[in-house]
């Protein structure tokens, strides 16, 4: 039997190392591409339920404050607290346009002005919000949540920050 031998550097050892290396990178780069997409994906789609969720509780909250507005009790404010600082929720109530309680001085009143709907995400100066509106009998009740802080300056006092409640993530942005 005759043997031909093969042309120089055809079955060397390197070759078929500097090929199956090629080949590893390719495929760990695919993986990496497919992983890295389907985490922003993942990433999205949480953010997306968890507004869901805090929407429909500042909506039973909502229902709460209407219902204890409905009962034409007196001091109403202290229980009014008590439902919405539990969980930072900023509530402003007004009743003709007389601002009659707010928890919070971080929501200019002019930028609630004009809001038809009763669900949405509101921008402010200093940040990104979620928003509810209750109307009963001449009553308005706003209730927001901060979904993201937003100042000019970031510092240790004034973080640029997502809330917990929202995502897990801080890389998130926002747009209008």
């Not at 909502?62 to 930072?88: A, F, H, M, T």
Request: glycine share 4%; aromatic share 14%.
């Amino acid at each position: 039997m005759n043997f031909k031998k093969a042309p120089k550097g055809h079955n060397s050892p390197i070759t078929f190392f500097v090929f199956s290396l090629l080949i590893s990178i390719i495929f760990v780069s695919i993986v990496y591409i497919v992983n890295y997409s389907s985490r922003e994906e993942k990433i999205v789609e949480r953010f997306q339920d968890k507004l869901l969720a805090q929407l429909t509780e500042l909506a039973n909250k909502g229902d709460l404050v209407q219902s204890l507005i409905v009962s034409g009790e007196e001091n109403l404010w202290p229980k009014l607290e008590r439902i919405v600082n539990q969980d930072n929720t900023y509530a402003l109530v007004f009743f003709h346009d007389s601002l009659l309680f707010w928890n919070n001085n971080q929501i200019p009143e002019s930028s609630l002005k004009g809001i038809t709907q009763q669900d949405q995400v509101l921008y402010t100066n200093n940040g990104w919000y979620l928003f509810h509106k209750e109307t009963y009998k001449g009553y308005k009740v706003y209730l927001l949540k901060q979904i993201k802080s937003v100042y000019l300056f970031e510092n240790l006092i004034l973080p640029v920050k997502i809330n917990e409640d929202f995502s897990d993530c801080q890389n998130l942005k926002f747009t209008f």
